[in-house]
């Protein structure tokens, strides 16, 4: 089953000081638009719009981001579910702030920032995740971290939303030899602490 490493209240709480670095980083909420890498990524951009709101007032725009044909990896595995990009309106000179529930390798983060270069120029962009298990293949840093959560190779890290998976968990379980995604550090379109 694995060792639960943050439950529902410490992932609130993490979400809230996140939102409130955000804001502080930006000045306030304006120009700010969250994009969400699909699939936990989205649900923690809806959390921390609603988290930035109870602190400013103001709603932030929130958009889902999808990597699929940026990914890296797309040629060793070309049979996998396109998902669809919805961004909330212009992204020129917004300050774009990339939401994932975990940073691993740095992949994701790249794929995603080749994306975002399709459809727009944003003034900056920031990464936030809920956690950073470390293990870094490129050099790529979250700006917004709500756990850093180091792990071994041979682990991985379950995010569990209710939004997508019924219950708020963060989960630390050895990887198997029968596990498909233990032998390599890629995302499969659940969270595994592999991107």
């Known amino acids: 089953m694995g060792r639960v490493v943050l439950d529902a209240e410490d992932i609130s709480r993490a979400l809230t000081r996140m939102a409130h670095q955000i804001l502080e980083t930006n000045r306030g909420a304006s120009g700010l638009v969250l994009a969400g890498i699909p699939r936990r990524g989205v649900p923690l951009a809806e959390r921390l719009a609603v988290a930035i709101e109870a602190a400013e007032g103001v709603r932030v725009p929130v958009g889902?981001?999808?990597?699929?044909?940026?990914?890296?990896?797309?040629?060793?595995?070309?049979?996998r579910p396109v998902g669809h990009t919805r961004m909330p309106g212009d992204i020129d000179d917004a300050v774009v702030?990339?939401?994932?529930?975990?940073?691993?390798?740095?992949?994701?983060?790249?794929?995603?920032?080749?994306?975002?270069?399709?459809?727009?120029?944003?003034?900056?962009?920031?990464?936030?995740?809920?956690v950073d298990r470390g293990h870094r293949q490129l050099p790529v840093r979250a700006d917004h971290v709500g756990k850093n959560l180091p792990?071994?190779?041979?682990?991985?890290?379950?995010?569990?939303?209710?939004?997508?998976?019924?219950?708020?968990?963060?989960?630390?379980?050895?990887?198997?030899?029968?596990?498909?995604?233990?032998?390599?550090?890629?995302?499969?379109?659940?969270?595994?602490?592999?991107?």
């Open 151 to 195: 792990t071994s190779a041979d682990e991985r890290v379950l995010v569990r939303l209710a939004e997508t998976d019924g219950v708020n968990e963060v989960v630390i379980t050895k990887a198997t030899k029968t596990d498909p995604d233990a032998a390599t550090p890629a995302r499969t379109g659940s969270s595994e602490g592999a991107n």
């Open 64 to 79: 889902a981001l999808d990597i699929t044909m940026y990914r890296d990896d797309l040629r060793s595995q070309p049979t």
């Open 97 to 130: 702030v990339l939401v994932d529930d975990v940073l691993f390798s740095g992949r994701t983060v790249r794929a995603a920032l080749d994306a975002l270069g399709d459809l727009g120029r944003p003034r900056a962009v920031r990464l936030a995740v809920l």
